[in-house]
Structures are given as structure tokens and as C-alpha cells.
Nanobody
């Protein structure tokens, strides 16, 4: 089995920056797409950014130009660099990945436990 462990969340003032990390562990054969979602109180979970195994990226309009998603395949890790943070970025951020477990076919859809990002005014 595999799991995703997130880190880097915390409290920051508006205009500040945070870098989230998400490391996959376990018996991993390969990882396809990875992404970051967020869910604010009273709102549905939304896609923030995604990155394919080949490095192609996609961002929500609300974070374009401020957030950057990247991955280190050697470390099985995806990052989210968040700059010029706004109060509306406050949410629990979840890591997601499609992971092929060693010795199996197909991919498992795996979610991290979430990390809280709070942006104060």
C-alpha cells in the first residue's frame, strides 16, 4: 500500500508565501498525475493545480500567476509554491496522486490527510 504525507501548511499574513510538500511512500512502481485541491469552510473541494508525469501543468484561474506546482520524480514528491497569498486562499489543502503499486496493474487514487493554510488580513 501507499500513502501521501503533506507538510508546509501554517499561518501567514496576506502577501506572504508558503511552500507545501507532499511525499508518496510505500511500494511504488510509478506515479502518474499529481495535484493539489483545497476546501474552505462551507465550500466544495476544488482543484488548485495539477501536474502530469511529463510535467504539464494546469491551474485554477484564482491562483494563476501566484502558485506554482512542481514535482521531483526521484523523490516521489509534489510541491506547491504559494506566493502573494490572499485571505481567500485559506483552506485545507489536499494532495492527490494516481499511483501504480509495485506488482499490480492500473492506478490507485490516493489522497493525503490535508494540511491547513490560514492567511490573515
Amino acid at each position: 500500500q501507499v500513502q501521501l504525507v503533506e507538510s508546509g501548511g501554517g499561518l501567514v499574513q496576506a502577501g506572504g508565501s508558503l511552500r507545501l510538500s507532499c511525499a508518496a511512500s510505500g511500494s511504488i512502481f510509478s506515479i502518474n498525475a499529481m495535484g493539489w485541491y483545497r476546501q474552505a469552510p462551507g465550500k466544495q473541494r476544488e482543484l488548485v493545480a495539477a501536474i502530469t508525469s511529463g510535467g504539464s501543468t494546469n491551474y485554477a484561474d484564482s491562483v494563476k500567476g501566484r502558485f506554482t506546482i512542481s514535482r521531483d520524480n526521484a523523490k516521489n514528491t509534489v510541491y506547491l509554491q504559494m506566493n502573494t497569498l490572499k485571505p481567500e486562499d485559506t483552506a485545507v489543502y489536499y494532495c492527490n496522486a494516481a499511483i501504480r503499486v509495485a506488482g499490480t496493474l492500473g492506478y490507485l487514487e490516493v489522497w493525503g490527510q490535508g494540511t491547513l493554510v490560514t492567511v490573515s488580513s
